[in-house]
């Protein structure tokens, strides 16, 4: 029978800083798996070393491979468990097969060296990941982690946030925590991005105490904090109107969003702040609307992917969503609804904002070709006015919402 596979997590400090039960685990082993500089520690190794390459499958599949004749130690850096290969592994294999024997992790070691607590921290994991959307994820956090890797090195992060203007906070960097080289130290945002590192680090994102900031909390922000075009009435889903169509389009935090037609990227930069773990895609074919969007998706810090293109055609290459809001068609309404039923993820929610009762008529009647469950709903709203020291209400154009719901798998919203 398979003996236990042990994943044992391992620091800048090599054999050295393993326990004497780990190394005997290690030298009564037959094979010796891992990244090269986990391996590199024991080069006396009696054993076959086998180095983790061409992904965690690969790597998987010849641990099982082995394992069924020969004693198994994987190495890992820190905690194996913290963003680390042996989630995958106890997967794999099941945890009355696997046993996990933690190091310090890098994270852990970084807040040691800032004196500071970390498990009230934001944990974000950056390698081997897209940096997109960490604006979103982060803002507000007093104290957050981000693990790097030579992509999302710490220049390019101090770059990123630099460009959502979050200079409210200061970065302490770890560099090879642990070794013999070990260097630690505070940046001011705009130096960490002209800075270079080594290929082993941490950063550590801390709130300057001065810093004084408005947080935007909830949803529906005022319309007049959203750039938009002047001096005519800017492309824009109304407060009342977008307040009602984000809780149509139910968000989780992780959801994939279509704004198609999206103007001035309003409806969008309110999907990226509730979907922070998400993606959203906005869709905007006037060129002259782009720079608006761009200034919202900074201003708000909310990283959506702005994309320049006409819809359905520029629909192709996103990944399937969850939500779609259509603000604008460009007579093309049928033809996006089709696609956007095809592509929506079960239990999606697609939801149209329509101004003429035409608009209106064809939503319901292309969704409901479509097989979805509609429902439609007028807004009205009315805004008060000062008028001679006292106050008047003024009607605004009323807005059909219509709600479109793949009716495969049950709503929690219903």
């Not at 094979?31 to 965690?56: A, C, D, H, P």
């Not at 790597?59 to 042996?86: C, Q, T």
């Not at 794999?92 to 310090?104: L, T, W």
């Not at 819809?311 to 996103?318: E, K, S, T, V």
Request: proline letters at 4%; glycine letters at 10%.
């Amino acid at each position: 029978m398979a003996d236990i596979i042990y994943i044992i997590g391992i620091g800048e400090d090599g054999a050295g800083g393993l326990t004497p039960d780990s190394l005997s685990k290690v030298h009564r082993s037959e094979v010796l798996l891992g990244g090269e500089r986990q391996l590199s520690f024991f080069n006396t190794y009696q054993g076959e070393k086998i180095v983790l390459k061409n992904g965690l499958k690969a790597f998987a599949d010849k641990l099982e491979e082995v394992w069924k004749e020969r004693r198994a130690v994987v190495l890992a850096s820190g905690d194996p468990l913290f963003f680390g290969i042996a989630g995958y592994l106890v997967r794999r294999f099941g945890p009355e097969h696997v046993e996990v024997i933690p190091h310090y992790s890098s994270v852990q070691l970084a807040f040691a060296r800032l004196g500071d607590s970390w498990q009230d921290a934001e944990l974000v994991s950056l390698h081997g990941r897209p940096i997109r959307g960490l604006a979103q994820r982060i803002d507000g956090k007093r104290k957050i982690a981000l693990l790097t890797d030579e992509v999302n090195s710490p220049a390019v992060i101090g770059a990123y946030l630099c460009e959502f203007g979050m200079t409210e906070y200061e970065a302490f960097v770890c560099e090879r925590l642990g070794g013999e080289e070990e260097a630690c130290r505070f940046w001011e945002l705009d130096e960490l991005g002209k800075g270079s590192f080594a290929p082993l680090n941490v950063v550590i994102l801390r709130r300057k105490t001065e810093a004084v900031r408005e947080v935007r909390r909830g949803f529906a922000y005022p319309d007049e904090t959203f750039q938009q075009r002047r001096p005519e009435k800017g492309l824009i889903t109304k407060r009342e109107v977008r307040a009602f169509v984000l809780s149509e389009l139910n968000l989780s935090e992780d959801a994939v969003v279509w704004d198609i037609g999206s103007g001035s990227g309003a409806v969008a930069a309110e999907c990226a702040r509730i979907a922070r773990l998400g993606k959203v895609y906005a869709l905007e074919k006037s060129a002259e609307n782009l720079p608006n969007m761009e200034a919202n998706r900074r201003k708000f810090r909310a990283d959506f992917e702005i994309i320049h293109d006409t819809a359905p055609l520029g629909l192709n290459r996103l990944p399937d969503p969850d939500a779609v809001f259509i603000g604008g068609s460009g007579g093309n309404l049928k033809e996006i609804i089709s696609l956007c039923a095809q592509r929506l993820r079960p239990g999606g929610r697609l939801v149209i904002g329509a101004i003429t009762v035409e608009t209106l008529y064809s939503s319901m009647e292309s969704l409901k070709l479509e097989g979805m469950a509609v429902e439609v709903t007028q807004i009205q709203a009315s805004r008060g006015k000062p008028i001679l020291g006292m106050t008047r209400f003024e009607g605004m154009n009323p807005v059909y919402v219509v709600s479109g719901r793949r009716q495969d798998c049950n709503n929690p919203k219903d």
